[in-house]
């Protein structure tokens, strides 16, 4: 043996988890930034899987980290809520195809050993039984209507997979996701996480009465952006409206008392949220999380015809913690009814993630 070949270095080549967030809205991908930004520090390599505006809103986020488009699920909503499910039991075998799309894709980047490990928010095709695969959802239950169900069991089935599941809440009787993420008996490989919100509480001057945060696939984002357009513009309130659209470059208009932004990246939006007295939003459960770590006084109005934003909004309304209305009843007026609610408590998130990635150092 040479001299000190011993004391060579024998410091093991990084691993590269793949963290892909579901395409639906921009919720998925914003609530993973927490979970990329603590792989990074702690040594880990990050490859970016999305696919639309999701994957265009990380690679702004993390333009330092390289990305891949994933296939797509292209999952839109209809003009009338009532019809939402039934056009989403109709794109079930499209789902499926998807899923076993993402399947090949995992796969072979397995076989190129150029993934170790795998975080999929909610993308039930981004798994391999041969690396360590976390799944992430706060909906251990699924609201469909009646066939609830069957939709859970469903996506149970898809989380039993996985060696864990990570659900972004708190697991005691005071919570943020009630029954979407709570069962009385599971076995589910199941971890409580915390809030994952990206943002950090500011306490700045206000700027604006109104901070409007849009987002979610259309076309019911665009008729909440219209609607809310018209009522704003009705008053001498100063509002900020977050479009929710992503693109190449970040543009900001003024449109009479409103001032219109397309998108706006993390920092930017604490910013702005910090600068605002009140905001208007979806019932998403990101959304939520984000205003909790914020505590931010908020009034919601959940995207018609998807269960999961329905059950939240009443379920904060009835606790009296966030009042909320039907898309076509809202008004101006239903604002002042926030002075009377309690506000989202303070649910703090998870300072230190390092020790949730001990599974990808066990294979």
Same mark, same amino acid.
């Given at each position: 043996?040479?001299?000190?070949?011993?004391?060579?270095?024998?410091?093991?080549?990084?691993?590269?988890?793949?963290?892909?967030?579901?395409?639906?809205?921009?919720?998925?991908?914003?609530?993973?930034?927490?979970?990329?930004?603590?792989?990074?520090?702690?040594?880990?390599?990050? %490859?970016?899987?999305?696919?639309?505006?999701?994957?265009?809103?990380?690679?702004? &986020?993390?333009?330092? %980290?390289?990305?891949?488009?994933?296939?797509?699920?292209?999952?839109?909503?209809?003009?009338?809520?009532?019809?939402?499910?039934?056009?989403? =039991?109709?794109? =079930?075998?499209?789902?499926?195809?998807?899923?076993?799309?993402?399947?090949?894709?995992?796969?072979?980047?397995?076989?190129?050993?150029?993934?170790?490990?795998?975080? $999929?928010?909610?993308?039930?095709?981004?798994?391999?039984?041969?690396?360590?695969?976390?799944?992430?959802?706060?909906? %251990? @239950?699924?609201? *469909?209507?009646?066939?609830?169900?069957?939709? /859970?069991?469903?996506?149970?089935?898809?989380?039993?997979?996985?060696?864990?599941?990570?659900?972004?809440?708190?697991?005691?009787?005071?919570?943020? $996701?009630?029954?979407?993420?709570?069962?009385?008996?599971?076995?589910?490989?199941?971890?409580?996480?915390?809030?994952? *919100?990206?943002?950090?509480?500011?306490?700045?001057?206000?700027?604006?009465?109104? =901070?409007?945060?849009?987002?979610?696939?259309?076309?019911?984002?665009?008729?909440?952006?219209?609607?809310?357009?018209?009522?704003?513009?009705? /008053? @001498?309130?100063?509002?900020?409206?977050?479009?929710?659209?992503?693109?190449?470059?970040? /543009?900001?208009?003024?449109?009479? @008392?409103?001032?219109?932004?397309?998108?706006?990246?993390?920092?930017?939006?604490?910013?702005?949220?910090? &600068?605002?007295?009140?905001?208007?939003?979806?019932?998403?459960? /990101?959304?939520?999380?984000?205003? $909790?770590? #914020?505590?931010?006084?908020?009034?919601?109005?959940?995207?018609?015809?998807?269960?999961?934003?329905?059950? #939240?909004?009443?379920?904060?309304?009835?606790?009296?913690?966030?009042?909320?209305?039907?898309?076509?009843?809202?008004?101006?007026?239903?604002?002042?009814?926030?002075?009377?609610?309690?506000?989202?408590?303070?649910? *703090?998130?998870?300072?230190?993630? *390092?020790? =949730?990635?001990?599974?990808?150092?066990?294979?």
């Amino acid at each position: 043996m040479a001299p000190n070949e011993s004391h060579k270095s024998t410091k093991k080549p990084k691993k590269t988890i793949l963290v892909a967030p579901l395409h639906w809205g921009l919720g998925h991908a914003t609530r993973c930034i927490p979970l990329i930004e603590s792989l990074v520090e702690n040594g880990y390599d990050v %490859l970016l899987g999305s696919d639309g505006a999701a994957l265009l809103f990380l690679q702004k &986020e993390f333009p330092e %980290l390289p990305s891949l488009t994933l296939p797509a699920y292209n999952i839109t909503y209809t003009k009338k809520g009532s019809s939402f499910k039934w056009k989403m =039991l109709a794109k =079930l075998p499209d789902i499926k195809k998807t899923m076993k799309a993402e399947r090949r894709v995992v796969a072979e980047l397995v076989s190129q050993n150029k993934i170790q490990g795998i975080i $999929s928010d909610n993308r039930m095709g981004v798994y391999h039984k041969e690396i360590p695969c976390v799944y992430i959802t706060h909906q %251990l @239950n699924v609201l *469909s209507g009646k066939t609830s169900f069957v939709s /859970t069991k469903l996506h149970q089935k898809i989380i039993s997979k996985y060696e864990e599941c990570w659900v972004p809440d708190v697991s005691g009787p005071i919570n943020l $996701s009630g029954k979407l993420g709570h069962l009385q008996h599971s076995s589910l490989p199941l971890k409580y996480i915390g809030p994952l *919100s990206r943002m950090t509480k500011k306490n700045l001057q206000k700027k604006y009465d109104i =901070l409007c945060l849009l987002s979610g696939p259309e076309p019911q984002r665009s008729l909440l952006e219209e609607k809310l357009i018209s009522e704003f513009h009705k /008053t @001498n309130k100063r509002v900020a409206l977050v479009r929710g659209v992503v693109e190449d470059l970040a /543009t900001v208009k003024t449109n009479k @008392n409103i001032t219109e932004f397309n998108f706006l990246g993390t920092r930017a939006l604490e910013v702005l949220i910090g &600068e605002s007295e009140l905001v208007v939003s979806r019932s998403g459960y /990101t959304t939520i999380m984000d205003l $909790s770590v #914020l505590q931010k006084p908020a009034f919601f109005i959940p995207t018609p015809g998807q269960y999961e934003q329905e059950y #939240l909004a009443k379920r904060l309304k009835k606790q009296g913690l966030v009042p909320s209305c039907k898309q076509e009843k809202f008004t101006v007026k239903k604002l002042e009814k926030v002075m009377l609610y309690k506000g989202l408590g303070d649910f *703090s998130k998870t300072e230190d993630y *390092s020790p =949730l990635f001990s599974l990808f150092e066990g294979k």
